[in-house]
């Protein structure tokens, strides 16, 4: 007798999620509310609609998010098959036609034997086993029950969310490690002149920003503020607010710089910094360049740009374990951005290991860790990490992945090293999974 699966949302993370599950042979409903009930995002009845670009970004392995893509190539990725069957012309990122890109994904779901499409808008937590994968922009109703489900009151809304650079990336011939009155050394500061400050403020308020869709509600950012849009208050508004120098004494100097610009750690790990009070809603060549301007920063490589934008998701840590389960309630998976995962890819990955693992639960299998040795289980260890206090979705990237445990200066080198290690893992799991996929549910 087969078991069965709803999934709720037919965007990437549910399509992936589906295809995993069906292969195990699993039957499963996937509701779909589109095109009965449309989002300000979506255009299209398609499964698995692109609503931004058609880019899923870097193809190569030396690149965090191409690492990604092949893991999941391995993993026999619906959304992989679909993107290299309909790529265009990208240099060396994989782009895709994106309406030949979702049919395909679209026909592949609908035909599958094993999976029913319903196109119906659907307001409650069904019963049995779930997935919920209802994306960013989930219904007003869908979010209530989901808010009600993990008891809290509201789901988390950021705005915005500043940049990450890379540690390894930073001089620190430039940068002091210090926190305010001499309480620790928790931050890393950028000291600036008043010759420096004043000219990254004149170009930071004349940079390029990105214009807002309509459904984007502005009215919240009061709350969180652009630093661009805080700069044009006045020349020293940054000065008294995330660039204030008070209680830093620049140890080269013995005196409190005119502005600094203060770095907070933003993994276990150490390897990755977030740019304090530097919301942003500037273009990402602009954010290069005007934050290349402080101090340190010059030839600093950017894991993350800062984004302004409505994102919907839980909070993650607390609820989550490294499988996408719902630890309070096994029989639910979350998957896609609302679990705090960001962009095309990192949100398909997040439905191949909820897809799976959900197969494990209900074969009363061990589920099946990914380990942050590979960029895959890194996405799914870093939104599952307790220790994280406020929680903002996260690309993939090499900062949250496990380090070799040797030093290699040459960054190219490094990263393919660590991609060789991610693939023989995955590799190992592939050979599980195979061994499972032929066993009768």
Known sequence: MKRHVTIIGGGLAGCEAAWQLAKMNIEVTLYEMRPKKQTPAHRTSFLAELVC???LRSDRLENAVGLLKEEMRSLDSLVMKSADLNRVPAGGALAVDRIGFSSYITKSIETHRNIQVIREHVDHIPEGPVIIATGPLSSGSISKAISELIKEDYLYFYDAAAPIVDFVSLDMNKIFKASRYG???????????????????YELINAETVELKTFEDQKVFEGCIPIEVMAKRGIDTLRYGPLKPVGLEDPRTGEEPYAVVQLRQDDRQATMYNLVGFQTNLKFGEQKRVFSMIPGLEGSEFIRY?????NTFINSPKLLNQYYQLEKDPRIFFAGQITGVEGYVESASSGIVAGINMGMYLKDQSPIDFTPMTVIGALAHYISDNSIKNFQPMNANFGIIVPLGRSIKNRQQRNMQLGERSLSLIDNIKSQLEVLYSIEF
């Open 53 to 55: 670009s058609n880019s």
């Open 183 to 201: 309480r620790g050394e928790d931050y890393l500061n950028c000291p600036m002149s008043e010759r420096e400050y004043k000219n990254f403020w």
């Open 306 to 310: 800062g984004v302004m934008h409505r």
